[in-house]
């Protein structure tokens, strides 16, 4: 059974991209469009990994890593951010969240999924 | 290597007497947002300039690029399309870091004329175009003025707080300091690696 992966991002085209990559791979794919829709859709079921961006509308995707952090289907599950912040002091926030991984864009599909393959084990 | 002036925010101002505001000057490759009552002013052969702003709030900001040559498989994930969203997506964020709400944005775009002949590049400025449509149409942000295309360099002038645009039609040359600049990112944007860093905690 393909690995379930929550790919969050108020861009429709950064959407579509990480989309595009992961289902090539195998991976099913669930898409949200912020933090808000992010977590809406985590709670419902348990994904094996969320990818999320950080600057969004309404929830930015450090607040939605603590968010899930505090649910028990999430507290050990991958979580990694990709994003255009690159600064040591974002990606120390990032780390202290709880995040799993701090990806910079812009991506490279074939880093992309060998760092995914990596935390999914 | 990326040159320094590459995705960065512009730094070049200067006083826009014709307005009686301060101007910020962009060059090829830089970005630059503001809540001020600025002119935002650049420069464009091939390359494209994407003009967005809040229309409630008047924060506001302009990019200046190009899309690197080149194709890798996917048309979708290319480096020309990764690349292109890469800058669209710096412009994006820094209005919504200073305060733009996503749903009110509107864009002006310009330039992408056929203006690096002689050098095989003569589609570079309908592919820069073409990518900045797809994306805006993509994105839902949409586009109330555009002057692109033709085969003229202009000269754009950007009043975020006003959403008001100025386009002058300038004299094609070969020799003058845009263009120059413009042949010189294009030549860097041929090296460059379209993939950033990861640092995995564990």
Redesign the interface.
């Known amino acids: 059974m393909s690995k379930s992966i929550l790919a969050v991002d ?5 959407r ?2 990480v989309s ?2 992961l289902k090539s791979a195998g991976y099913e794919v669930t898409e949200a469009v912020d933090g808000q829709d992010g977590l809406a859709k985590a709670k419902g079921r348990s994904f094996n990994l969320v990818l999320t961006d950080q ?3 309404r929830m930015d995707g450090l607040s939605l890593v603590k968010s899930l952090r505090g649910l028990p289907e999430y507290k050990t599950a991958p979580i990694l951010m990709l994003t ?1 912040e ?1 600064s040591d002091e974002m ?1 120390s926030k ?2 202290a969240a709880g ?11 074939p ?1 992309l999924l060998e ?1 995914v393959r ?2 999914l084990g | 290597m990326a040159n320094k002036s590459d995705d960065s925010i512009a730094t070049y101002f200067f006083q826009a007497k014709e307005f009686n505001l301060d101007g910020v000057r962009l060059l090829p490759g830089e970005y630059f947002v503001t809540q001020k009552k600025m002119a935002l002013v650049t420069v464009l052969g091939s390359c494209v300039a994407a003009c967005v702003r809040d229309k409630f709030t008047g924060v506001g900001g302009m990019n200046h690029f190009m899309l690197p040559e080149g194709g890798d498989g996917d048309e979708r994930l290319g480096r020309p399309a990764r690349f292109g969203t890469y800058a669209m997506e710096l412009l994006i964020n820094q209005l919504l870091r200073m305060g733009a709400d996503r749903r009110r944005l509107e864009a002006k775009i310009f330039g992408g004329g056929r203006v690096l002949e002689g050098m095989a590049q003569t589609q570079v400025g309908e592919r820069n175009v073409a990518f900045v449509l797809g994306y805006f149409a993509l994105e839902g942000i949409p586009i109330s003025a555009q002057d692109v295309l033709d085969d003229y360099p202009r000269k754009v002038c950007y009043l975020p707080h006003t959403g008001q645009a100025f386009v002058k039609k300038l004299r094609l040359s070969g020799r003058d300091e845009a263009d120059s600049a413009e042949r010189a990112y294009l030549a860097r944007l041929r090296g460059r690696k379209v993939g950033g860093d990861v640092e995995l905690f564990v």
């Open positions: 108020d861009s429709t085209t950064i579509q991209m595009l990559t600057n969004m509308p255009t690159s990606k990032g780390r995040a799993t991984g701090w990806l910079v864009k812009p991506f490279d599909p880093r760092v990596k935390v």
